[in-house]
Structures are given as C-alpha cells and as structure tokens.
C-alpha cells in the first residue's frame, strides 16, 4: 500500500509537501512529515495548474505587436494577445533590449521584479532577471521591501542594522525566561505560515503553545482580536488604527515617571534618551506626553495604558513589533519606539526579553536555527547605479528626471522606457492601483515572466510563460531554515512553459551572451554547483551536509539546531565596548545626530508622534479605517485563483470584515454585497460582521487579483489597495502606507 511518504518532496514558501501525481496530473499535496502544523496554502496549486488562467504559450500585446513599442500603452490590462513562437518572442525582446539601451541607456530598464519567487536556490526568478541584465550592463533598481521598508532604513539608524529584524531572540528563550509578550500588532499565525527560500517545519503556532504553557502572558495591542490566538488567553488592547507610536509614548511616559525606567541600562548601552524625555515631559514642545494625552490619541482609557507599564516593568518583557507597523504614515516610529520602551525596562540582551521585529510575520523570526551561508545564483555587477525605494513605482513613472529624498540624500528618478518583472505582481503589491495603472501605460514596453494570468500579466507587452515549483527540480537551502529538501519534478511543464533559466539563456542566444550567462552549465548542473559551494560554506561554519548523492536519495535533511537559546545583542550587552553596534556612537541611539541632521520635518532626530494622513482621529461622519493585512489562504496574491483562496469568498468577491454597530448603520448584514470605496477608487467585496474588530474599522485582506470593471474601474474581486494612498511614511525611508487609509461603505447592487 503507497505511503504519503513514498511520494517525492517538493517545497514552496508556505511549506513542504508530498506530491502525489497520476496520469500527469497532480491529485494531491500530502504534508510533509516532518511538519507539525502544516499550511493549507499549497492545495491551491490543485485545479489551478492546469487551469483556466495558465499560460501555454509565449504571448504578445495585440497593439504593441502590430504598432511596435510605445503603442497604445494605455490599452495594457485591456488589449487582446497573440501568440507567438518562442523564437519570435525573443527576437522581439532581444530586438527590444538594444534599441532602449543604445537609444537610451541602461537607467532606462526598470527591473522591479519584485515579490516571492520559487523557494528553490537555483529556480529563482529574480536572480536570474538581474543576473542576465546586469550581462548587458545593468539596470534600475529597486531597494527595500514592501513588508517593512521604514522598518529596514530606521533600524541601522538605531541598532546598526536591518539584519536584527532576523536575528530576533529564539522562541526557545521566549518559552523558558519570559513573563509577559506584548504584541503590538498581535502575533498573527495566518502570516507565519510563510518562510522565505522555503521551510520545512512551522513553528509558530506550537512555540506559543509552549510558551502560554510555560506561563507566559500576552497583550494583543491591534484592532483585531484574530492578531493573536484564542488560545493564549491574551489581554485584547485596541487602539485607534495607525496611533501605535502614540500609545508608546504614553508608556514610555510612565515608566520615566514612575521611575519604572533602568537608568544605568540607557546611560551605558544608549545616547540620547535626556532628549527623548524632555520630549516626554514636554519641556521641548510645552505638550506632556502622558497617558490622558496618548488615551485621547488612541481612544482607549488612560487608566489602561499606565496599567500595561507597569506590568511590563513588573517582569521579563518582550517587545513586538508587527511589520504591519512600518506599513502606517510615520511607520519608522513604531520600530524605534518598539526598541526605546525595551531600553527603558532595561531588558535588551537579556533572555525572554527585549524587543522583537515581527514575530509571527514570517515563520523565520524567532526560529532555533543554524546561520550558515549558502551560495546562491551570481548575479554579477549592475554598473548603473540608479535606484528607486520599492513603493515609489508611480511616481519613477510619473515623474522622469524628478527628484526625490531617501535616507539623507537626494535622487533622481529615471526616464523608464523598460519594465521587466520576473516572480512578483505589482499589482499586488502598491497602492492607489488606478495611480499605478495611469503611470503603467507610459513606459514603451512591459515584459513579464509568469505562470498565470494575474493582474501583472494582463497589463504587459509580452509575457513569457514560465514552470511552476512542480514542473523541474531544484533545491531549497535557505540560511533562515534547517530544512534542506530535494524539490523533485512531479508533473512536465503545462504547454510551452519553460523554467525562467530555459527563457533568458534563449533570449541570451540572440544577444551573443549565451556562455557568459550559462558559464556552459544546464540547469541540473547549476544545481550542483550550488550545492557543492554551500556545502563548503557550511563545513567552514562546522555544520556538516550530506554529499548530493546521499541528500536525494533521503530526500531532505535538517541542520542541526544550537543547543543554547538565541538572545539578540546578548554580545553588546555582555561588553558595549568590545561588541559595539554599528551605529554612529556604537549604541542604541534613541536620539541620532545623523537623522537629525537631514533636516526631514516628516523623521526628526528622536522618535515622535505625528498625525497619519489618514485616520480616525481625522475621519468625517461615516469614514471608516481600512486595515489590509496579509491573507491567510496565499502568499500576496500567488494561487489567488485556486480553490482555497476562492473557498473563501463570498460571492467571488474578498471578504471584508466590520463590526456590528458599523454594519447596522450602513444597513449591512452578514454576507451582503459591499462597495468600499473612497476618492480614489472602489472595490467590491462581501461583508462579515463580527465582534472581533472594533468599531471604526473594516478589514480587507490584499492579495485578491485587481480585476477593475471596464467602465467603472470598481475592482470586481475585492482588492483593497485601489482604495490605499500611495505616499511615502517620510523622506527618510519612502515606505508604503498602505494602512493609513480612511474609506466608506455602503450597500452594493450585485448587477455590477
């Protein structure tokens, strides 16, 4: 009789699975065995393989083919395609390539390529989009992330660096010597389902369990409850949306006034915390921060946050942080305070407490794992050095040769003839999509690498369809995962997909750079390679992995795990001097000259309150605020199209969550046809009333494939970030802001 453990391994960002194929056809992903809590993520890939959105064949926009490039950009997202033979197809690129970069130059390519590619290490979109450009000379860039951006350019400013975000204390640490988690954005296991370069084993879900087990308590600080398990018993504080630095204040208002504060810890491990407490105090600005003043702000009782300081004084506290923090205006704020309040209780270094960056955000963070360092696919040098901060897309689009500020300095934006996105959906990811869609249609040519017809698909000028993680082999070494696993082939390509090596080594041929981008490897040997150079690598760090030939036939393998509990900057507290931080000063600096001297009114020198551009405080009579936060049942929007993504719409549409006393209002009931709408675009979604989101606040998870209405733009499937503003959290990092956005509800005619 077959066992599920005698089907071959294959591995994705949500995790690890069995494949079970028949007559060529995937019938099943079975959960790995070593997986405790495994993802339902992956059975979204059953019925969508081979379904109605796959891409067969090489495709080009019927008005770019006949006009040639820069005709009708308009039309992408709206435009017919034909079909064209591989050959055709990159000829025409290659074609393409050097008109722009002899007409123009090779600032001119946007290579955004942005998102979540194949968990394998050889199979990996975007490595190998940059590594074939940068053969040609390079390109345009995007730096920083999505997920935190303000959280990644603050952070080096104040620990001396953007790794701590990964180097979090283990759970382990958290399980045996902590008190008390507060969680400011909650805990949420729907994001920790998800690890990048792919994961072998969940782990958040069970090391809460064994931590609330353990004694350990947790405050859920979000608008919704759902941000922490049921299951921990947690205290449930909700404050106003995007007001998080606010209550911070307000707490770190009481313990300097209660002398809650270790003074010895901020005179040896900080610089600048007298500046912040004059701050507190109001003898900068004549305004006392204390917890009336934050309570006003936040809209919850005064009472509440003074009782929350001094159970955080009272024990082994550690601080978190969501990454959905750093998604607010000002979203800088919240990771410096996070780190300030832990400072102020004196517990950074030590185990069980400190801060933390996005726990429950991904599975990585906390993970008990090895940090070896892996080879990954050489990209080469990109000789230009032009760069744009991930979320200012449109406005790069908008605003060729403008000027914009990022981390103390001043940039111009490109004149952008090119786009080429490989293993990401920017459709998904940015906000004020009608913004983006007007600003899409000005380069000459889009072309993008995919699988299926997403929205990025549909607003291109040619699109090259590519395999999925199922259709060739790779191999998952990821340096935040134990778990090294054999992805096996299960089922042959749909069509005329080809793996994204296959596609730009043929368009290579055409360019003459065929040798120099394979090195006269195929891809089974580049696997090797890959192998082979990590394997060494790990040997130097002590950690010993199986030959290649011994790891396929077993299928996977995992590192061994430190047996001690990790605890971030227990070096620089055992000895500041002789482990300083990379900062300027070698501390924390909750006051830094550096940023201070940017002269940015929207990031002073020390961390503030400053009002978002939307929020409730500012809301008129009926306004509500929007969070779109992660999805449960994909990856952004990977498999939005397969079946358990879909099993949870209402009506085909998102759903959109509210409480029952804004429901009643609009006159909406459970499971109603909803228009969320705003001055910037609208969406259709189905309504869920429920008591586990506080009033004033609806909830719409991203990810839902932008489907706009040809003659409304109302996106039909219910994705929120038409409705979200498209601005930067401050000149210093030019983060999205996805979740300081007010909108309006109201009953919706399902003719539409």
């Not at 778990?483 to 360019?511: C, N, T, W």
Request: proline content about 6%; some cysteine.
């Amino acid at each position: 009789m077959t066992k599920a453990t005698d089907f071959p391994l294959t591995s994705f960002h949500w995790g690890t699975y069995r494949a079970e194929a028949r007559n060529g056809d995937l019938v099943a992903l079975h959960p790995f065995e070593e997986d405790p809590d495994p993802s339902p993520i992956g059975q979204g890939y059953l019925g969508a393989l081979k379904g109605p959105d796959r891409i067969t064949a090489p495709m080009v926009r019927k008005g770019w083919l006949e006009g040639g490039a820069g005709t009708k950009g308009s039309l992408r997202g709206k435009d017919a395609f034909v079909e064209v033979s591989w050959d055709e197809a990159e000829q025409l690129i290659a074609d393409e390539l050097t008109r722009v970069i002899n007409a123009h130059g090779n600032q001119s390519i946007f290579a955004g390529s942005y998102g979540w590619a194949s968990a394998g290490r050889f199979h990996h979109a975007q490595s190998h989009l940059k590594r074939f450009l940068n053969l040609l000379g390079g390109f345009t860039r995007s730096v920083n992330s999505y997920s935190l951006a303000s959280g990644e350019v603050i952070l080096p400013h104040v620990l001396g660096g953007a790794e701590l975000i990964y180097d979090a204390t283990s759970w382990q640490s958290i399980i045996e010597s902590c008190d008390l988690m507060v969680a400011f954005g909650g805990v949420p296991i729907k994001n920790s389902m998800i690890g990048q370069g792919g994961l072998g084993a969940h782990r958040t879900r069970p090391a809460l369990l064994e931590a609330r087990a353990a004694g350990v308590e947790f405050v859920n600080i979000s608008p919704l409850k759902s941000d922490l398990s049921d299951a921990l018993s947690a205290e449930w504080i909700a404050p106003r949306p995007s007001t998080d630095a606010a209550l911070m204040i307000g707490l770190a208002h009481v313990l300097l006034s209660e002398g809650l504060s270790d003074r010895a810890f901020l005179d040896r491990y900080t610089v600048g915390f007298d500046r912040f407490a004059n701050y507190l105090t109001g003898e900068s600005d004549g305004i006392v921060k204390n917890t009336d003043w934050a309570a006003e702000i936040c809209g919850i009782r005064s009472e509440e946050i003074q009782t929350l300081a001094r159970r955080m004084a009272s024990g082994r506290t550690m601080i978190s942080v969501a990454w959905a923090l750093t998604r607010q205006d000002h979203g800088e704020q919240n990771f410096w305070l996070g780190t300030v309040l832990a400072a102020m209780l004196g517990q950074i270094g030590l185990p069980g407490g400190g801060v933390g960056f996005g726990y429950g955000a991904v599975n990585t963070v906390g993970l008990e794992r090895p940090s070896p360092r892996f080879q990954a696919v050489p990209q080469g040098r990109n000789k230009v050095k032009t760069f744009i901060p991930v979320a200012r897309i449109a406005e790069m689009l908008e605003n060729p040769g403008g000027e914009f500020d990022y981390n103390g300095k001043k940039h111009q934006f490109p004149d952008t003839k090119l786009i080429w996105w490989a293993g990401g959906n920017p459709f998904h990811h940015h906000q004020d999509l009608n913004r983006l869609r007007r600003a899409w249609a000005r380069p000459d040519t889009v072309i993008v690498n995919d699988w299926c017809w997403n929205s990025a698909a549909q607003h291109a000028d040619i699109v090259l369809p590519c395999t999925t993680p199922l259709e060739r082999a790779d191999i998952t070494l990821s340096p935040r995962d134990p778990y090294l696993v054999v992805m096996d082939k299960v089922v042959e390509p749909s069509g005329q997909a080809r793996d994204d090596y296959d596609i730009f080594r043929g368009i290579a041929r055409h360019l003459g750079i065929d040798r120099k981008y394979s090195e006269e490897r195929d891809a089974d040997q580049w696997i090797t390679w890959l192998y082979e150079q990590s394997r060494k690598s790990a040997t130097r760090a002590q950690i010993d992995l199986p030959p290649l030939d011994e790891l396929r036939k077993t299928g996977w393998f995992k590192m061994p795990v430190p047996n001690e509990p990790h605890i971030m900057l227990s070096k620089f507290r055992q000895d500041p001097e002789a482990s300083p931080l990379r900062t300027p000063s070698g501390k924390i600096e909750i006051f830094s000259e550096k940023i201070a001297s940017f002269g940015y009114d929207d990031c002073p020198g020390h961390p503030t309150w400053m009002e978002p551009v939307e929020w409730l405080g500012r809301a008129e009579q009926g306004q509500l605020h929007l969070i779109s936060n992660q999805p449960k049942n994909k990856l952004h929007s990977q498999l939005d199209q397969g079946p358990v993504a879909q099993g949870d719409r209402i009506g085909g549409r998102e759903p959109a969550m509210l409480h029952p006393d804004d429901a009643a209002a609009h006159g909406i009931r459970d499971g109603d046809c909803i228009r969320v709408f705003n001055g910037r675009g609208a969406c259709l979604c189905g309504a869920v009333v429920s008591d586990s989101i506080v009033p004033g606040v609806i909830q719409i998870s991203t990810g839902a494939w932008f489907r706009p209405d040809p003659d409304t733009d109302v996106c039909l499937s219910g994705n929120p970030n038409v409705l979200c503003k498209d601005k930067g959290t401050s000149r210093l990092s030019q983060g999205p802001t996805a979740h300081s956005c007010l909108v309006r509800v109201a009953l919706q005619d399902e003719r539409l």
